[in-house]
Nanobody, 114 residues
């Protein structure tokens, strides 16, 4: 079993920055892709950013140029650097990891005030 521990969510003003972290622990042989999703109130969960084991990335159009996903394979951790935050970025952010199975974190709240 794999456990994902997320951190970094907070209340921030528009234009500010936050860095989310998600560390995987447990019975890990290898981690393939890692990703961040978000879900705003009343909306469906959506993909924000994805990174492969080789480091290739892709982003939702709404965050391109503002968010950066990265990973530290030695620490089994994925990060999401979020800059120039907007009120519409307010959501619960979830990490997702493919590591012999499909695992989700518990979510961390990001609130951006105008």
């Amino acid at each position: 079993q794999v456990h994902l521990g997320e951190s970094g969510g907070d209340l921030v003003q528009a234009g500010g920055s936050l860095r989310l972290s998600c560390a995987a622990s447990g019975s890990i042989f290898s981690i393939n892709s890692m990703a961040w999703y978000r879900q705003a109130p009343g909306k469906q969960r959506e993909l924000v950013a994805h990174i492969t084991s080789g480091g290739s990335t892709n982003y939702a159009d709404s965050v391109k140029g503002r968010f950066t996903i990265s990973r530290d394979n030695a620490k089994n951790t994925v990060y999401l650097q979020m800059n120039s935050l907007k009120p519409e970025d307010t959501a619960v952010y979830y990490c997702r990891v493919w590591a012999g199975g499909d695992y989700w974190g518990q979510g961390t709240q990001v609130t951006v005030s105008s």
